[in-house]
């Protein structure tokens, strides 16, 4: 049998090409692996999003709808709520407590799944220009997603514009349920622009702008800052419009929701023009 030998320069050639290639191939898998998780946190924290602006509209119509019972002095008409809502209000003196029960099965709010309870307290002063609301959370989901939190809601009855706003102090943790987990801290303003005053949640409009970062559980972390405010109308169960800057150590772009139409649908422009559809659950 002949052997042929292969000259030390070819041979190392060869190698040399070897590993260039398995380089390229694995920088690439992580590459793709990198940018896969980066679209699932975008979504995810798009998600929170949406939980959070649910959460606000229902303490906040919770409370509206017990104000203007009290004023009237009449039974608070929770046309906003689906029946399986149960609503207990305990008076004294000034102080109130609003238990919202969705139940362990859960009740359908404005084609969200909510499940669990939701503690709001306040003091309530007719006269006052301003009332904090405390809610605590206990066994509380949307969507089968668990939100873990105890904040606060500054409610102003008239801002520069002549409009209620709603300051929203956020410090929550939402679990998923394959296990994943983020928390979220910042500001969240709301402004009420349309529909104030009439009892009728259908034309309700709010326009919401803030702060905020979100946080994984491998030590990623998103800032948030609202560039054109959101859009958000309580017959519809996503934002409608605006949208958000979003920074992160290696990416950064824009989320956006539209320009007017009812539906799950955003977009995220990275800064490179790359622009990536999202699907909102």
């Not at 390229?24 to 975008?42: F, G, H, I, R, V």
């Not at 602006?53 to 409370?63: F, G, H, R, S, W």
């Not at 359908?108 to 609301?133: C, S, W």
């Amino acid at each position: 049998m002949k052997r042929k030998k292969i000259a030390p320069r070819i041979l190392t050639t060869f190698i040399v090409l070897s590993l260039v290639f398995t380089s390229c191939t694995k920088d690439e898998n992580d590459s793709a692996d990198t940018q896969q998780q980066n679209l699932e946190e975008l979504r995810m924290s798009s998600e929170m999003d949406d939980m959070e602006t649910v959460l606000e509209d229902v303490v906040i119509t919770a409370y509206e709808d017990q104000e203007t019972a009290e004023n009237r002095m009449a039974n608070a008409v929770q046309a906003y709520f689906s029946d399986c809502v149960t609503i207990t209000a305990v008076l004294q003196l000034n102080h109130r407590e609003l238990t919202i029960d969705f139940g362990t099965e859960g009740c359908f709010v404005n084609g969200h799944l909510l499940k669990g309870q939701i503690v709001v307290t306040y003091d309530r002063d007719p006269e006052a220009q301003e009332v904090m609301l405390n809610y605590t959370l206990v066994d509380f989901y949307i969507n089968l997603r668990q939100l873990i939190g105890t904040r606060t809601i500054l409610r102003e009855l008239s801002n520069e514009n002549g409009n209620p706003q709603f300051t929203h102090t956020l410090n929550l943790t939402v679990i998923w349920p394959n296990g994943a987990q983020a928390t979220r801290d910042g500001l969240k303003v709301r402004e009420w622009v349309e529909g104030f005053g009439d009892a009728d949640f259908t034309n309700d409009v709010f326009e919401i702008t803030g702060h905020w970062n979100s946080t994984f559980v491998n030590g990623n972390t998103h800032s948030h800052e609202v560039i054109i405010p959101l859009r958000r109308e309580l017959t519809c169960a996503h934002f409608v419009s605006g949208s958000i800057d979003v920074e992160r150590t290696y990416f950064s772009g824009v989320l956006d929701f539209g320009e007017g139409a009812c539906d799950n649908q955003a977009t995220f422009t990275f800064d490179s023009g790359d622009v990536v559809n999202i699907t909102l659950n």
